[in-house]
């Protein structure tokens, strides 16, 4: 299992795979950092997010958690 982290320079275009979710998301920070455009994480069930989608899917699970439940 990989996440795929995509991201274009110059029309060029560049691939890395990262095992963690935790990688990816550092890796498409740092891409996005040092310029480069059209950054994305391609999950290993093959959705593709932006770096921020990425983030907000990341944080879901804990978000539900934290919700109060209806009485």
Not at 2 to 31: C, H, I, P, Q, W
């Amino acid at each position: 299992m990989y996440f795929l982290v995509n991201a274009t320079r110059d029309a060029r275009g560049f691939s890395f795979e990262r095992r963690s979710m935790t990688e990816a998301l550092e890796k498409a920070l740092a891409l996005l950092a040092s310029g480069m455009s059209d950054v994305s994480i391609t999950h290993p069930d093959g959705r593709r997010s932006s770096a921020a989608g990425f983030l907000a899917d990341c944080a879901a699970p804990a978000v539900r958690q934290e919700r109060p439940r209806a009485a």
